[in-house]
């Protein structure tokens, strides 16, 4: 299933692409296999007709050669060639010249009796001349005599190849091992078998040839020597293969043939016939072509479509993509409209109606979260923890009351003074960190007056030179006297320390109170969590966190765990990029 929906998850640009390919393509491909199967059924018609014309012509070129084997013996066996083969020397000159006169006649019959037959003769070696049908003054060849014996012919066929030469031969007697008496026999016109040879495919330019592959000869009808090689090995296949007749497509320096074959057994000779496949699939190859030419225009149009649908839907698209990307990123700019009236036009500029409302809606927001905000810093200030002013007041005047206390009393003073000069202080609502931090150095200072010696603080690290929203720190610190230190018996540790990595900076206020437990850590860090939905906590931890997170975001603001001095641990996480 998977694989039928790759393209859910794709881009719109690959799904429009594959839609128009997926069109495109069966369309190409069904062409082309019409043409193919165009191709493959002129290929089959045409194979057909050849080897039906090759049959013809093979058949009727057994059936000369068959019927002057069949003739020849009437000649073999006749008296005047008997008598002369062996009385020949003892006739008188008139005789012996009157005997070749009519022998030369009977010849000149059988060389006219065939088309196929370029000249009759007969070979007396009695009288060391061989007659023909058109010359009387001719000797005995004794190499030419010796290769028309029947000694000589070791193959079936009745034919015998001699000098690029074809004859048919019969000797008298026939059977007899010693040299005959003469010998009668006809040579083909090899000119004419070649005529033949081209009636078969000529007409659609093609070569033929005759093989025989036990003899070695072959006639052909002007084949290129190399291309006569590869059919020679071509008809050996098929003999190995027993292969009679039949055609296929061959490839001969890159061009394709169409190979015809046909055997004759009474040649033992296999007819092969190339005819390029351009001559025979005629106009096919042009349509052949011409569909290339229409993959090409296809390929065009391809790259034509794919060019529009990137300039004119693609780019447009990924440009409000692109623009939406922005927004994600609190980054509102409008899109330059470069589009006329279409629909294109019409989003870019329904984009930039929204961004302008979202703006005016952010503004609106940010206003309504810093009024929100001042107005949370001015509930925390009016909400003086009045223990806090009691214990104040009873600590000054039990440090009045004692003479030895006098400066004591006196720096008590200007830390209460100090105190809530910082506390009630309403025309800022940011102030540098470093006020902070000496604001709840006051705080501390204060309260160590109160508990003495029992509660140990320690103040550790740096702060950056920005600005914070004011009472982050102290409230923490406050809280940790109030829940953790301020009833406990043993003596109490408060660390107050810093770290900053990149652009995140923390503070961390930890002490090793007891009475906190894994459970009650848990409770707070959900509170924190949804610190947005309790509106009604406006102390403490949560209006810390809340206000932290309405100025940097939701990412800052408070998280606690467990101290490694063995109480709460929290940390003002701040953005000071």
């Keep these: 299933m998977k694989s039928l929906f790759f393209l859910h998850d794709s881009s719109i640009f690959k799904k429009i692409m594959a839609a128009f390919l997926a069109a495109l393509l069966p369309l190409m491909a069904v062409t082309w296999m019409i043409n193919e199967k165009g191709s493959d059924n002129v290929r089959s018609e045409i194979s057909e007709s050849v080897l039906n014309t090759t049959r013809f012509y093979m058949d009727s070129l057994d059936k000369e050669a068959d019927r002057i084997s069949r003739y020849l013996p009437n000649y073999v066996m006749d008296k005047d060639m008997m008598e002369i083969a062996i009385t020949g020397t003892d006739m008188s000159s008139y005789e012996r010249s009157r005997k070749i006169l009519d022998i030369q006649r009977r010849l000149e019959l059988m060389k006219d009796s065939s088309p196929f037959i370029k000249e009759a003769k007969a070979y007396i070696p009695l009288i060391e001349r061989t007659i023909l049908s058109n010359n009387y003054e001719t000797n005995l060849n004794e190499l030419e005599y010796s290769s ?38 006809v040579e ?36 290129e020597p190399a291309l006569l090689e590869q059919m020679k090995a071509f008809a050996l296949e098929k003999r190995e293969s027993k292969s009679d007749e039949g055609y296929e497509t061959i490839i001969f320096n890159g061009k394709r043939f169409l190979s015809v074959y046909k055997f004759s057994s009474l040649w033992n000779s296999y007819s092969i016939t190339c005819i390029p496949e351009e001559m025979v699939l005629g106009s096919l190859q042009m349509y052949r072509a011409l569909f290339w030419w229409a993959c090409a225009l296809a390929v065009c149009i391809v790259l034509f479509f794919t060019y ?55 503004e609106e927001n940010y206003e309504q979260q810093i009024r929100n905000q001042r107005s949370e810093l001015k509930r925390l200030q009016s909400q003086i923890n009045p223990h806090f002013l009691y214990n104040c007041f009873f600590v000054l005047c039990r440090l009045i009351k004692s003479e030895s206390q006098k400066e004591k ?25 470093e006020l902070e931090v000496e604001h709840s150095r006051t705080y501390v200072e204060m309260q160590s007056i109160c508990y003495g010696e029992r509660i140990e603080v320690l103040f550790e690290g740096d ?33 107050v320390h810093s770290k900053q990595e990149e652009n995140v900076f923390s503070m961390y206020v930890e002490d090793n109170g007891e009475s906190i437990t894994d459970e009650e850590i848990e409770l707070l860090r959900k509170k924190l969590r949804h610190s947005t939905n309790r509106i009604e906590e406006t102390t403490g931890l949560m209006n810390v966190h809340r206000r932290i997170q309405l100025r940097y975001g939701e990412e800052y603001g408070i998280t606690v765990s467990r101290s490694e001095l063995g109480g709460l641990q929290v940390r003002i996480k701040l953005s000071v990029s």
Excluded at 202 to 214: H, K, P, V
Excluded at 319 to 343: M, T, Y
Excluded at 474 to 489: F, T
């Design 148 to 185: 028309m014996q029947h000694n000589e012919k070791l193959y079936e066929e009745p034919f015998i190849y001699w000098k690029d030469r074809l004859f048919i031969t019969m000797q008298y007697p026939s059977n007899t091992a010693k040299n005959p008496l003469y010998i009668v026999g």
């Design 188 to 223: 083909l016109s090899t000119t004419k078998i070649k005529e033949t040879l081209t009636q078969i495919g000529g007409t659609r330019g093609g070569q033929s040839a005759l093989i025989n592959l036990e003899r070695g000869w072959d006639i052909e009808s002007g084949m």
């Design 308 to 362: 529009f649908l990137l300039r004119f839907i693609y780019r447009p698209l990924m440009k409000l993509v692109h623009s939406f990307r922005r927004v994600q990123q609190n980054r509102l700019e409008p899109i330059v409209i470069d589009r006329g009236a279409d629909e294109f036009g019409y989003l870019y500029q329904a984009f930039n109606d929204t961004v302008r409302s979202l703006k005016t809606l952010i």
């Design 409 to 433: 009393a006196y720096q008590f003073c200007l830390y209460i003074g100090q105190y809530f000069q910082f506390i009630t202080r309403n025309d800022e609502d940011d102030i540098l960190f």
């Design 463 to 495: 702060v950056p030179a920005t600005h914070v929203p004011r009472l982050i720190l102290q409230p923490i610190i406050e809280n940790a006297y109030k829940h953790a230190l301020g009833n406990m018996l043993k003596p109490g540790e408060l660390w």
